[in-house]
């Protein structure tokens, strides 16, 4: 678990559900779509089929719910370029190639409907419950975000460009030239009932690892410069996306030269600073110091009304799966990771 290759393929932000699949897993030659409800078992097949891939030696990338980070949405097969995903909503993701690609596999076909559809008052007033949950989560997500990106916005106005872009061309200096700039999106950070959660996997792939340390909201200015230089070198870039605002980045993964950069406010421990301070001018920032204060509050009343919009949200969840996880037949589930399995690597 600890070394897994992890992963969101998915986000809550202040633009309410964004999806990643198409740019994860468009480009795969196979892929295995699960349908179901709640409690059907979806995650639990996935994690089947992975641990079988495992055995036979694959590598894997494991990509988690976003809503509950312990809940595994989907995996790729590295070396089949297959995938395995959850297809239902909120991420649905619906064939492209469909009998040709995409493989559908529909987990209702093993529930017991008329048993399901005793409880279908409960089932439709906690499926309406939390859709007005979410709206109310992203509307207190839409606020911080806005409040963010004043600050930046602010606070950009105090950076000393320059030198913040001299920093990064020294960073430069001792790569290697890469095969050409390539980008692809493995994002390791979001907002659910856990918390923020920041994945360690860029970290635990490089040898070079840098903690952007940005109180100030320019540590994403930071990030496209390191973007521009990558372009420049040619290389091969992996990027995750700031939870909060899509369109900003959080962390970047230069394969080729095997150096992470990873946006943090706090302390971290076994990796190189680089204090985004440095680029501030403290003058013109003291002219911000009211306002970045009470910019504070505001996120922390905010993040604080997010958290318990996805508690309760959570909460009803559980109850949902309930309803599905006592009408399921799970043993055909199990035939059908098998019969998986079997079509991937013959066991």
């Known amino acids: 678990m600890q070394n897994e290759k992890r992963y969101f393929a998915s986000a809550?932000?202040?633009?309410?559900?964004?999806?990643?699949?198409?740019?994860?897993?468009?480009?795969?030659?196979?892929?295995?779509?699960?349908?179901?409800g709640p409690g059907t078992g979806k995650s639990s097949l996935i994690r089947n089929i992975a641990d079988g891939a495992e055995r036979k030696g694959y590598t894997i990338e494991y990509f988690y719910c976003s809503s509950d980070p312990l809940s595994l949405d989907g995996i790729i097969i590295e070396e089949l370029n297959c995938g395995i995903i959850d297809g239902t909503l909120p991420h649905s993701y619906e064939p492209r190639y469909p009998g040709v690609r995409d493989v559908?596999?529909?987990?209702?076909?093993?529930?017991?409907?008329?048993?399901?559809?005793?409880?279908?008052?409960?089932?439709?007033?906690?499926?309406?419950?939390?859709?007005?949950?979410y709206n109310n989560?992203?509307?207190?997500?839409?606020?911080?975000?806005?409040?963010?990106?004043?600050?930046?916005?602010?606070?950009?106005?105090?950076?000393?460009?320059?030198?913040?872009?001299?920093?990064?061309?020294?960073?430069?200096?001792?790569?290697?030239?890469?095969?050409?700039?390539?980008r692809s999106i493995r994002p390791i950070e979001s907002i659910s009932h856990a918390g923020r959660i920041v994945y360690?996997?860029?970290?635990?792939?490089?040898?070079?690892k840098f903690a952007v340390k940005d109180r100030y909201g320019i540590g994403c200015?930071?990030?496209?410069?390191?973007?521009?230089?990558?372009?420049?070198?040619?290389?091969?870039?992996?990027?995750?996306p700031s939870v909060l605002?899509?369109?900003?980045?959080?962390?970047?993964?230069f394969p080729e030269v095997k150096s992470s950069f990873v946006i943090c406010d706090d302390d971290s421990v076994d990796v190189r600073q680089i204090n985004m301070d440095r680029f501030i001018d403290l003058?013109?920032?003291?002219?911000?110091?009211q306002k970045n204060r009470f910019a504070r509050r505001c996120l922390?009343?905010?993040?604080?009304?997010?958290?318990?919009?996805?508690d309760d949200i959570f909460a009803l969840h559980s109850e949902l799966e309930k309803y599905y996880t006592e009408s399921m037949d799970f043993s055909e589930n199990m035939k059908i990771a098998e019969e998986i399995k079997k079509e991937l690597f013959g066991a």
């Open 245 to 253: 605002d899509p369109s900003a980045i959080k962390a970047i993964y």
């Open 12 to 36: 809550n932000t202040e633009k309410g559900f964004v999806s990643y699949f198409d740019e994860i897993y468009g480009g795969l030659d196979r892929l295995y779509i699960i349908k179901g």
């Open 221 to 240: 200015i930071f990030m496209d410069m390191l973007i521009d230089l990558a372009k420049e070198k040619g290389l091969m870039t992996v990027y995750s």
């Open 200 to 208: 360690g996997t860029y970290n635990s792939l490089a040898e070079n």
């Open 300 to 310: 922390n009343s905010l993040y604080e009304g997010v958290q318990k919009g996805f």
């Open 104 to 133: 559908i596999i529909n987990l209702g076909d093993n529930w017991n409907s008329e048993k399901l559809r005793m409880y279908t008052n409960e089932i439709c007033e906690i499926t309406d419950t939390k859709k007005i949950l």
């Open 137 to 182: 989560v992203y509307n207190y997500l839409s606020a911080a975000g806005r409040v963010e990106n004043e600050l930046t916005v602010c606070n950009g106005r105090c950076l000393l460009k320059e030198k913040m872009n001299m920093a990064v061309q020294r960073l430069g200096r001792i790569w290697k030239r890469g095969k050409g700039y390539k």
């Open 283 to 289: 003058d013109a920032l003291r002219k911000n110091k």
